[in-house]
C-alpha cells in the first residue's frame, strides 16, 4: 500500500452506500469547480495546485534560509496564529523526536521549535522570554498583514529582547518574515531592515498554506524532509484531480459521507488518534473545517481526541451520550520504533499475557475494540490509514483533508474560503482597549456594560 486509506464499513450500517452514491454527480461537479473556479471564494484556490507547482528553486531557498537558522541558532520561535502556525506544528509534532528538544544543544539534532503569537498570555509571553534570555535563538515571523494583535503584540517583545542581546545586525540575520508580497506592516518593516522574506500568496488562505513557506520554512528548521512532504501531497493531488472518478477519489467520498451524515443529525465530528505525534494534525484539522464550514449557521462541529488517554475522559460521553456525532479515526499501520513487552517473575500487574507482544499490538487492539463498542452504541465511525508516520504520508493527509475540506464546503453550499465570523471579537476588543479609530464603538460597548 503506497497511499492513505480510507475505509467507509462502520459507516454503511447508518448510512446505505447507495445513499453516498447518490451524491456522486454533486461531489465530482464539486471538485471540478475547485479547478475551474466557477463558484464563491474562487480568489482563493492556489493551494490546489500547489505541490505539483512548487519549484525546485523555490523549495532550494527554503532550505538555504532554513540552513541558516539552524546554524546561527539554538531555538527558533515561530510568531503566528491560526494557519501562520498550525499547519507547521502539526508536521513537527508529528514527525519530532518527542524528547529531542530535552537535550542538551550538543546532543540535540535540532534546534528546538517554540511557539509565540498565538495568544495574548503574559505569563506565557514572560517565561518564553525568561527561557530564551541566556540562549541564542531566531524569529520566524508570520503575517499577512503584521498588525494581528496576538504575532504583532510577541514579535514586538522578541524582536526588541533579541536586539538587546546580539545587536540589530545580528538580529537582522536571525529573523525572518514570512508575509505579503508588496503590503503590509509587516512588509515595511522588512524591507526597511533588511530581513529575509518569504512571500503568502495572494490566493491561498492561512489554514491551506502549509505548504507555502508558511509551514514549510519552520517544518525545514526542524530537520524534517519537506520535499517528501510536497511529494506526498503531489500524490493525492493527482489522484483526486478533476477528471478523477468518484468511486477513486478518496476525499469526496469522505467530503460526501460527512455530509450525509450530517444531514441525518450527526452535528459534531471527531477525529480520533491513538498517536500523541498526531494531537497538533488534529488541532489544524479543526481550524481547517471549522473556519470553512462554520458559517450561516450551519456546518458540522470539529472536535478531536486523543486515545487511549482520552477513553479515560470522553470515552464515557462518546459510547453512551447524545447520539449526534461521528467518528473519524486516524491510524498508523506500522510504528518507526519497536517496543517488546517483557516478563514479571511476580506478575503482580497481571499483565504477563501480554509477554512478547509488542505496545503497538495492544494500542492496535485498544484501537479495535474501541471502534467495536462505539459502532456498537451507535457512533458512525470512519477510517484513515496511514502506511506509517512520516513526511510522505504526512503530506497525503495534509491535502487529503484540504481537499475533502473544499469538496465538502461547496456541498454545504456555503463558501469554505472565507471567515467573516472572525472579526467580531477584535472589534469588540479593540473598541475596549480604545483604538484609534474605535472611539464610537468603544463609547457603544462601554455603555453596555
Not at 506478575?347 to 474501541?370: H, Q, S
Not at 477510517?383 to 487529503?400: A, D, S, V
Request: charged residues 25%.
Amino acid at each position: 500500500m503506497d497511499h492513505i486509506q480510507l475505509q467507509i464499513k462502520d459507516v454503511v450500517k447508518f448510512l446505505p452506500e447507495e445513499e453516498i452514491l447518490r451524491q456522486a454527480p454533486q461531489a465530482v461537479a464539486c471538485n471540478q469547480a475547485l479547478h475551474d473556479g466557477s463558484r464563491a471564494g474562487s480568489d482563493f484556490l492556489g493551494w490546489v495546485g500547489l505541490p505539483s507547482s512548487i519549484t525546485d528553486e523555490e523549495l532550494r531557498e527554503i532550505e538555504d534560509t532554513a540552513a541558516v537558522l539552524r546554524t546561527r541558532c539554538e531555538v527558533v520561535v515561530v510568531v503566528g496564529i491560526g494557519g501562520s502556525y498550525l499547519g507547521a506544528r502539526a508536521v513537527i509534532d508529528a514527525l519530532s523526536d518527542s524528547f529531542d528538544w530535552l537535550q542538551k544543544p550538543a546532543e540535540r539534532k535540532n534546534p528546538v521549535i517554540l511557539y509565540a503569537g498565538n495568544n495574548i498570555s503574559e505569563d506565557y509571553l514572560h517565561e518564553l522570554m525568561s527561557y530564551l534570555d541566556d540562549r541564542p535563538f531566531g524569529i520566524i515571523n508570520i503575517s499577512k498583514s503584521g498588525t494581528t494583535t496576538e504575532p504583532a503584540l510577541a514579535f514586538r517583545l522578541l524582536k526588541d529582547l533579541l536586539e538587546s542581546k546580539v545587536g540589530k545586525e545580528e538580529a537582522r540575520q536571525r529573523i525572518v518574515a514570512v508575509t505579503d508580497a508588496a503590503r503590509g506592516a509587516l512588509r515595511t518593516l522588512a524591507n526597511s531592515e533588511g530581513y529575509k522574506t518569504f512571500v503568502i500568496p495572494d490566493n491561498v488562505g492561512g489554514r491551506y498554506s502549509v505548504l507555502t513557506p508558511v509551514g514549510l520554512l519552520p517544518i525545514a528548521v526542524a530537520g524534517i524532509h519537506i520535499r517528501k512532504l510536497v511529494e506526498g501531497a503531489l500524490e493525492i493531488e493527482k489522484a483526486a484531480g478533476p477528471t478523477t472518478a468518484f468511486d477513486y477519489n478518496l476525499p469526496a467520498i469522505y467530503a460526501v459521507i460527512r455530509n450525509e451524515l450530517y444531514k441525518r443529525g450527526k452535528k459534531i465530528e471527531i477525529l480520533v488518534n491513538y498517536h500523541p505525534k498526531l494531537h497538533f494534525l488534529a488541532e489544524w484539522w479543526k481550524q481547517l473545517f471549522g473556519e470553512s464550514e462554520g458559517k450561516e449557521n450551519m456546518g458540522i462541529f470539529p472536535a478531536a481526541v486523543d486515545f487511549t488517554t482520552d477513553l479515560h475522559s470522553m470515552g464515557q460521553w462518546i459510547q453512551e451520550g447524545e447520539r449526534t456525532i461521528f467518528e473519524t479515526v486516524l491510524s498508523i499501520r506500522q510504528p518507526n520504533k519497536k517496543v517488546v513487552i517483557p516478563q514479571d517473575d511476580r506478575d503482580l500487574d497481571g499483565l504477563n499475557y501480554l509477554e512478547g507482544k509488542r505496545v503497538d499490538e495492544v494500542n492496535k487492539m485498544a484501537e479495535l475494540g474501541t471502534r467495536i463498542a462505539h459502532v456498537d452504541g451507535g457512533v458512525p465511525n470512519l477510517l484513515i490509514e496511514l502506511p506509517e508516520l512520516n513526511e510522505k504520508y504526512i503530506g497525503q493527509l495534509i491535502y487529503f483533508f484540504e481537499k475533502a475540506c473544499g469538496i465538502s464546503g461547496y456541498l454545504l453550499g456555503i463558501n469554505p474560503f472565507n471567515q467573516p465570523g472572525v472579526e467580531a471579537y477584535k472589534k469588540n476588543m479593540f473598541a475596549l482597549l480604545e483604538k484609534p479609530g474605535y472611539e464610537e464603538a468603544s463609547k457603544a460597548i462601554k455603555a453596555r456594560l
